[in-house]
Each structure stands twice: as structure tokens, then as C-alpha cells.
């Protein structure tokens, strides 16, 4: 199962021919690191992190799909589709990116914990019994937006330069630049202007 070639030295020097215990090294190994970055960023910055945080540095996953330079992303957040996100944006945890109708965030974004971004629906085709098509819109969120965490953006909506978002909310229509909205469905309460 597991190769014993010099690309791969720590396996190589276990020389174990009992593929559980192969399994059982590498298993102790990944604990160790864990254990270790979990130490390390505990006393760094206070917090606890699901496993693959630990492991995945957030700014080289951003760099791997293409996003703006300096823009950051948590391993637990899903990305489905073409999302293209401007620099020095911040996408939190546990949220979703749909870009399979498209999708495009701006620059110095922040994207809080367990958003949700959606390209696309499925409520005609499961209302049809998988008759109807998936139904598709570009969704577009400006620059310098804040959107609060737990928020679900839909398919095809618009959202302005310099918006905030509250938290919680859901966005069914377009929110013109400049705006602080929010609610269920979303609403322009107000201005990020400072007249």
C-alpha cells in the first residue's frame, strides 16, 4: 500500500512489513503534529480548530485557487464552481462558495463563518421531480463588503461596494453600494456613508 521509495524517507526507515502497523505509525505521527500545532496556535492566538485547519495554511489554498493576492480562505470552507475573490479578502469558516452559475467576491471582503453564497437553485427541478432544469444566475458581491456570519446570499443577487450584511440574513434581491442591510429576507435599513 504504501511506498518505500527515497521520495519518501519516513516510510522508507519504518520498513514495516504489517500494513496495520504502517497505518498505526502514521496515524501516531498525524496525532503528534496535531497535538503540536494544536499547542501552537492555542498559545499563539487563542483558538481551537477543526483538524484540517491545523494542516492547511488558509493563504496558500487561496493562491491555489486562483483567488487575490492576500486573500485567505479556512480548509473547511466548500468552493464548488468558478468563484473568483479580489485580494486581501477574508473567506471564514465553514462557508460555502457556489460558483456554479458563477460567482465573484471583490477585494478586502470579509466573508464571515458559516455564510452561504449560491449560483444556482434546484427548487424547480425538485418540484418538477427532476424534470426542470437546475436554474443558474452570476452572483456578485462588491468591494470592501462585510457579510455577517450565518448568512445565506442567493442565486443571481448583486451586492454593492462598501455593504454591510448583518448577520443571519437572507438575500433575495440585489443591495445597492454603500448600504447596511439586513433580516429575513434582507432589507436596506441604512448607509455605510459617514454624512
Given at each position: 500500500?504504501?511506498?518505500?521509495?527515497?521520495?519518501?524517507?519516513?516510510?522508507?526507515?519504518?520498513?514495516?512489513?504489517?500494513?496495520?502497523?504502517q497505518l498505526?505509525?502514521?496515524?501516531?505521527?498525524?496525532?503528534?503534529?496535531?497535538?503540536?500545532?494544536?499547542?501552537?496556535?492555542?498559545?499563539?492566538?487563542?483558538?481551537?480548530?477543526?483538524?484540517?485547519?491545523?494542516?492547511?495554511?488558509?493563504?496558500?489554498?487561496?493562491?491555489?485557487?486562483?483567488?487575490?493576492?492576500?486573500?485567505?480562505?479556512?480548509?473547511?470552507?466548500?468552493?464548488?464552481?468558478?468563484?473568483e475573490v479580489?485580494?486581501?479578502?477574508?473567506?471564514?469558516?465553514?462557508?460555502?462558495?457556489?460558483?456554479?452559475?458563477?460567482?465573484?467576491?471583490?477585494?478586502?471582503?470579509?466573508?464571515?463563518?458559516?455564510?452561504?453564497?449560491?449560483?444556482?437553485?434546484?427548487?424547480?427541478?425538485?418540484?418538477?421531480?427532476?424534470?426542470?432544469?437546475?436554474?443558474?444566475?452570476?452572483?456578485?458581491?462588491?468591494?470592501?463588503?462585510?457579510?455577517?456570519?450565518?448568512?445565506?446570499?442567493?442565486?443571481?443577487?448583486?451586492?454593492?461596494?462598501?455593504?454591510?450584511?448583518?448577520?443571519?440574513?437572507?438575500?433575495?434581491?440585489?443591495?445597492?453600494?454603500?448600504?447596511?442591510?439586513?433580516?429575513?429576507?434582507?432589507?436596506?435599513?441604512?448607509?455605510?456613508?459617514?454624512?
Open positions: 500500500m504504501f511506498s518505500k521509495s527515497p521520495q519518501n524517507p519516513p516510510l522508507q526507515v519504518l520498513s514495516l512489513d504489517d500494513e496495520d502497523q498505526r505509525v502514521l496515524l501516531d505521527m498525524l496525532k503528534k503534529v496535531w497535538s503540536e500545532r494544536r499547542h501552537e496556535v492555542s498559545e499563539r492566538w487563542q483558538r481551537n480548530l477543526p483538524f484540517g485547519d491545523y494542516i492547511v495554511d488558509r493563504w496558500e489554498k487561496a493562491k491555489l485557487l486562483g483567488f487575490g493576492e492576500g486573500a485567505s480562505i479556512y480548509d473547511s470552507a466548500l468552493v464548488l464552481g468558478k468563484v479580489g485580494e486581501k479578502t477574508w473567506i471564514g469558516p465553514f462557508v460555502v462558495l457556489d460558483g456554479s452559475g458563477e460567482l465573484s467576491i471583490g477585494r478586502s471582503c470579509s466573508i464571515s463563518a458559516g455564510v452561504q453564497i449560491y449560483s444556482h437553485d434546484s427548487v424547480e427541478w425538485a418540484i418538477s421531480g427532476g424534470e426542470a432544469q437546475y436554474s443558474y444566475g452570476k452572483t456578485i458581491i462588491g468591494n470592501n463588503c462585510y457579510v455577517g456570519p450565518n448568512t445565506v446570499i442567493t442565486k443571481g443577487v448583486s451586492i454593492g461596494d462598501g455593504c454591510v450584511i448583518g448577520a443571519n440574513s437572507l438575500v433575495l434581491n440585489d443591495i445597492p453600494a454603500n448600504s447596511k442591510a439586513f433580516g429575513t429576507p434582507c432589507r436596506v435599513m441604512g448607509t455605510t456613508n459617514n454624512d
